[in-house]
Nanobody, 117 residues
Framework: EVELVESGGGLVQTGGSLRLSCLASGLTFDDEVNIAWFRQTPGRDREAISHISGRDGSTWYADSVQGRFTISSDKAKNTAYLQMTNLKPEDTAVYYC?????????WGQGTQVTVSS
């Protein structure tokens, strides 16, 4: 059974930083697995904010987080990260880790990030 567990969320002031982690079990972060981070606020669709290719490590960021967030993956630890800096109140959301392998999508349970103004 594949399980993704996010951690690192919390309450932070505007301008602060957090690092989210996504630990996988039952799935190896190898070249065939792509990792993404999504976030969701009440009443809105879940939106992709960043992803990283398992094959070549290339990354993508949504405009809203470009330059402030950094995605990374440590294959040896089977863990992905999202380093978030210069946080803004509009970054407040539940953040989800996603792993895609072949045609299968796996999701974590989410971690709450709240940015106070």
């Amino acid at each position: 059974e594949v399980e993704l567990v996010e951690s690192g969320g919390g309450l932070v002031q505007t301008g602060g930083s957090l690092r989210l982690s996504c630990l996988a079990s039952g799935l190896t972060f190898d070249d065939e697995v792509n990792i993404a981070w999504f976030r969701q606020t009440p009443g809105r669709d879940r939106e992709a904010i960043s992803h990283i290719s398992g094959r070549d490590g290339s990354t993508w960021y949504a405009d809203s987080v470009q330059g402030r967030f950094t995605i990374s993956s440590d294959k040896a630890k089977n863990t992905a990260y999202l380093q978030m800096t210069n946080l803004k109140p509009e970054d407040t959301a539940v953040y989800y880790c996603n792993a895609r392998w072949s045609k299968f999508d796996y999701w974590g349970q989410g971690t709450q990030v709240t940015v106070s103004s």
